[in-house]
């Protein structure tokens, strides 16, 4: 937990075995899950193979989508950094051609940096 709780703050880390036993049906033979954490009620998990997003849905949370981004599919992506009265970091990831990103909002808690630094790793 040493590296997930550096990169997350305790609010946002979701331990891999907890992930594992929640979304585990989802991975292929021969993906494991590297990190993972919670905003609001998503979900990110990133694999050695992808990025998952988990966008939990209604006002019972049992419906759920799940959108499977493979790494060579993202096209860029954007950080910006929380300010002073500006408590929120922001992440954006644009996949394919789509003009729109994927846009998620952070609190001071989670590292952006380091953030983009594992989304660094496997786009790069």
Do not use: C
């Not at 609010?11 to 919670?38: C, H, M, R, W």
């Not at 994927?102 to 594992?118: A, C, G, P």
Request: charged content about 25%; proline content about 3%; cysteine-free.
């Amino acid at each position: 937990m040493g590296r997930l709780s550096g990169i997350f703050g305790h609010a946002g880390v979701v331990e891999p075995e907890k992930l594992n036993t929640d979304y585990g049906q989802l991975l292929g033979d021969t993906e494991s899950i590297e990190i993972g954490f919670v905003v609001f009620r998503d979900t990110f998990i990133f694999t050695n193979k992808r990025l998952i997003v988990v966008d939990i849905q209604g006002a019972t949370g049992k419906k759920r989508s799940y959108l499977s981004i493979p790494y060579n599919k993202i096209t860029k992506y954007s950080i910006e950094t929380a300010g002073h009265f500006d408590l929120d970091a922001e992440l954006k990831i644009w996949v394919g051609s789509d003009p729109n990103p994927l846009d998620k909002t952070f609190n001071r808690n989670v590292d952006i940096y380091e953030l983009q630094k594992v989304l660094a790793n496997h786009v790069l």
